[in-house]
């Protein structure tokens, strides 16, 4: 089991996040330390930090466009009622238009997307990013929470989903990580 032997300094508490120089340079050093490497995805190929900081770019970019959102509220899931009729007393294309119908509405149209969500989104559908790059930037922004928090078992997504945390935190962190990864991810990939 590997053991974190580093010990982090937190970064001082200001009005709004603000990751420091000294903050990229304690998350370099925690990602030095990691057992499985940080640029590595689940491929088996390295990406390079250009390609992660091109994901996190697009995604503070579709986060500005569509709107950035700290949860998501499924309440509204369990507070419906169902209307459905009997399934007895329905024919077949009765159903499927309810179960169409229940679909739609569970989809939703609201824009915004999570700090996850975005991630993802950008390594399933968009040229900035892949599976990997998704994967890596995700590691990436732990780190920097890691090394920003001084908690070792910190990670960015419960702390982008703190009650306080605004777009703006989100954007700070997505820039920071474009910025990591420049300066210390690999300069050669396939990527």
């Known amino acids: 089991m590997h053991a974190n032997t580093t010990t982090l300094t937190p ?11 000294e903050t990229l340079r304690q998350a370099a050093t925690l990602a030095g330390e990691r057992y499985r490497p940080v ?31 700290r949860t998501y509220d499924y309440s509204s899931d369990w507070t ?12 077949v294309k009765d159903m499927l238009r ?4 229940m679909a739609r509405d569970s989809v939703g149209n609201d824009p915004r997307r ?11 559908s968009s040229p900035h990013g892949d599976t990997d790059t998704d994967t890596v930037a995700s590691e990436v922004l732990d780190l920097l929470i890691k090394a920003h928090t001084g908690y070792g078992d910190a990670r960015a997504v419960p702390w982008s989903e703190r009650l306080h945390r605004t777009h703006a935190d989100i954007n700070a962190l997505l820039a920071a990580g474009a910025r990591f990864a420049r300066t210390y991810g690999p300069t050669a990939s396939g990527c």
């Open 11 to 21: 970064a001082p508490t200001a009005p709004g996040v603000v990751f420091t120089d």
């Open 39 to 69: 640029w590595t995805g689940a491929s088996g190929e390295e990406s390079s930090g250009e390609a992660v900081a091109r994901h996190l770019e697009a995604t503070a970019e579709l986060l500005d466009k569509g709107g950035w959102i």
């Open 80 to 91: 419906k009622g169902t209307d459905a009729a009997d399934e007895d007393s329905m024919t």
């Open 98 to 101: 309810s179960l169409l119908r």
């Open 114 to 124: 999570t700090l996850r969500t975005a991630l993802r989104h950008v390594g399933e």
